[in-house]
């Protein structure tokens, strides 16, 4: 007896009231539940759960430091990719994915709202990062009759194959026109809007430039990246850090003076298919990572009138009732070395993305685990598994470990740099001599990663943060059990815990693993 509602997706609320004031009310209700009556699953749901909506609360006043529209992770980049993606298993579903795209509309109309408070509060973008959200809107309408959403709409009714002929034809009218009267002057009205907002935007550096943006910047690492420490303690971490891999790599250097030639020569692999890369990648995997049973994926290229705005490759999570399918974009518009093909692919598949959401999906966890994003271990994990990929290159392992060190320390960089200007306050001058000490001077690079960095803040620390929380973990995890450690049953306690904040994960692993 219940109505299935309308699909639509959303709107953005130009408050927070209603949000912090219910997150509260589930901190109260969660608190009521007694962990020792809890199964291992659920106790640990209730860790995530307090942890997460705990740090929803801490948000505060600052929420309209949030920003939907970022260049690399916004909504007008991400949402047609997702649109394309949208699976069809029954009749409903299309019906579904329709309804979606007439909403296209209101959900823009609600972020210009919620933009124009954020202006209206001094808290708008400036216009760099303006005219490069425009640009990628009018990359996606310029050529309506030809979208690439069109073909692949067609594409996924001839796949469903319980449609004749003629409900496909008319269904794929009715979506050029929805697709051209809805959704393309949903993305015109958003170039609009946004014009109309042009030079109120006054910052053209870091949060800390905003009334709370310190606390904001604080939020997001906890929110983003899932860790709870001082920015100051994370500063001299990364700091630390970048000293210790610049004095290993320097030394390995001197002791093998021809690796130097082989990294200035651009050293490469052989030419191979991305799916050849992904069946060696599933094979070298075995000996330390725990087996899971065979995944079928698709390998698939960014259309072309998206190249400029998406990332060099990323992997779609499926639905989680189905499991499937398991997408992989390669941008082929970013050109990219054979080895870091390679190294891509195994943060994008396996064991990275792919592996790591396939093996957590089979673990049956509760439906709401779903529902919480931990960037910081799924990212952390990603870019761990990339950094072990390069000993499965074949290639000597001395050139190996410096490839690996010099992941570390660009990583590093990019950290310190976003603590730097977010939290600190650092200009393009500042960020221009902390990278001539790594002999880093050009002046094009600077400005590049500058605004980067200011666009979208904390977006590069669940990788750096993340990779380092995983190394950190499995390191002190090895000096603790010493003989009784075993790499492999190391990986599958992490694996089967799944995603969450590292102090949960820390937490889990001391009692799954290292008591064991």
Known sequence: GISR???????????????????????????????SKLSTSNRLTLDLLLLYYHTETSLGDNYLLEEPLSPSLGIQAQLPVLLAEYSFYTNQDITDYLNLLCSTKEYFQSILAFEQTKADAGFFMCDETLERIQDQCRAFIQNPDSN?????FSQKLKAYGKLSEKDQEQLNLTHKQILKEKVLPAYQTLIEGLEQLRGTGKNTGGLVNFSGGKEYYQYLLKSQVGIYIPVEKLEKRLTQQLSTDSQEISELLKQHPQLLTLLNEKMDLPDMEPTRVMELLEKNIQQDFPSTASVDFEIRSVHKSMEEFLSPAFYLTPPMDTGAPNVIYINHGRQISNLELFTTLAHEGFPGHLYQTVYFGRQSPSHIRYLIDYSGYVEGWATYAENMSYTWTGLDDNLARCLQLNQDITLALYGRIDLGIHYEGWTTDDVTEFLSDYGLDDDETVHSVFRAIVSDPASYLPYCIGYMEFKELRDDTEETMGDDFNLKEFHQCILNIGPCSFDVLEKYIQKDYIRT
Do not use: D
Request: net charge positive; glycine share 2%; charged share 25%.
């Open 5 to 35: 509602p309308r699909a639509t997706l959303g709107t953005i609320h130009p408050n927070n009231e209603k949000t912090s004031a219910q997150c509260q009310e589930y901190v109260k209700k969660l608190k009521k539940f007694s962990q």
């Open 148 to 152: 690439y959403m069109l073909e692949i």
